[in-house]
């Protein structure tokens, strides 16, 4: 068995979800004097490859040290959506089943090819990454429900549309681009889109439901695309911790690891060994 990983970077130029705390690291003891390098850390818990707990949302909810192995652990497909949908875009259920076969009890990754424009990536974007990426709407909360997924996973700063968080009016800017957007793809404005009922519903209503996610997946997730894997994702067995910087990977078996590496023979690679993302499809 061989893994694969699905986590980017995590270093001070990582960017957190907009606002957030980012990584800062100081040295506290050096080898001289001290015999021993030492470092100090503190960031947020929305930074980088990261999982967002119930309690992020739902305040009843488990914290990230209840969660055990046969939920952070388990079968999975992983669905390419980025020849369907590109900036502010709906993607929708019916989409991800055009590609892929979710089965009931699934860990679904989605990969939207924003993970381009990632920190660590040539083509980085950061205002792209985190506030222009496609996202669902309601209709896709309730087949995630239908389908009891156990969680989700998806290659950019939100499961949810940028524009159905608080990123709507912290960017003024780029909401005017989505209005423009919404009225010539979708023929409504965005709060007869994103209505108030629906905010941020990919955390408020479905965490309720154990159904949580994780965001900003990256690495070699490009391998693995509408392929189904065994997939783990290992935050740290953090009490009382409401999310968590995690390390997410897909287990394949010997024989397919030569193939894929063979494979990420085709791509270019980042200054940090990935796979250079592939222009998506639209």
Request: contains cysteine; aromatic residues 12%; negative net charge.
């Amino acid at each position: 068995m061989k893994i694969i990983d699905l986590t980017i970077p995590l270093g001070i130029g990582t960017p957190p979800w907009p606002t957030y705390e980012p990584l800062q690291v100081k040295y506290f003891k050096r080898l001289a004097p001290n015999g021993a390098n030492g470092q100090i850390v503190t960031h947020s818990n929305h930074l980088g490859t990261h999982l967002d707990g119930e309690i992020h949302f739902y305040t009843p909810g488990k914290d990230i040290a209840s969660l055990d192995f046969d939920f952070l652990y388990g079968p999975a497909v992983i669905v390419d959506l980025s020849d369907a949908a590109g900036d502010y875009d709906i993607y929708t259920s019916e989409m991800v089943e055009e590609r892929v076969d979710v089965r009931e009890g699934d860990i679904l990754i989605i990969h939207t090819g924003y993970h381009r424009y990632g920190w660590d990536q040539p083509a980085a974007d950061e205002i792209r990454y985190m506030v222009k990426h496609p996202g669902p709407d309601r209709e896709f909360a309730e087949w995630c429900k239908a389908k009891k997924l156990k969680w989700l996973g998806v290659d950019c700063g939100s499961a949810d549309h940028p524009m159905n968080t608080i990123v709507r009016t912290w960017m003024p800017r780029q909401a005017k681009e989505a209005e423009v957007h919404f009225e010539n793809n979708y023929g409504k404005p965005l709060a007869d889109i994103f209505t108030e009922d629906k905010y941020q519903l990919m955390h408020i209503e479905l965490f309720p439901y154990g159904i949580i996610h994780a965001e900003c997946l990256g690495g070699d997730i490009d391998l693995l695309l509408n392929e189904r894997v065994e997939i783990g994702c290992f935050p740290w067995r953090f009490v009382d911790g409401e999310s968590c910087i995690s390390r997410i990977v897909a287990f394949v078996d010997d024989d397919r690891y030569a193939e894929l590496m063979e494979k990420k023979k085709g791509f270019s690679l980042t200054k940090f060994g990935d796979c250079v993302c592939q222009r998506p499809q639209i």
